[in-house]
């Protein structure tokens, strides 16, 4: 899971792109495989957007994009209806494997 830093990281990646407050709900762990056998893991956030309308949005952090972490941000819509969801819109290759699917549980953020 991630780190209450690397939450704050997304947070304000999040903030500073829709340039508006935001509230975590949860975190969920999204893991696949594509068709050459690589695999991946990505401990996905979502966000609130607290605007009107409220929106939602899922975050993570890459590891692996070009030698250095880099925050993800895919905002709910169309195809996208949950942290699954918003990780295969945003890998876009053949996935031969992905779990859990969209409306399992989160996990809540810690508090305090």
Known sequence: MLSPAEILTLEHEVRERFGC???VLGEKVVEG???DG???RF???TCELLEDPPQRC???IDRDYLGSPKPIVVMEGGSVIGPTSAVLKRVGAPIIRIYPPD???ER???TG
Request: glycine residues 4%; charged residues 15%.
């Open 33 to 35: 495989a594509f068709n």
């Open 21 to 23: 407050r935001v509230r």
């Open 38 to 40: 690589l695999t991946f």
């Open 108 to 110: 809540q953020p810690a």
């Open 103 to 105: 409306g399992v549980p």
């Open 43 to 45: 401990d996905v956030v």
């Open 58 to 60: 899922y975050a993570w």
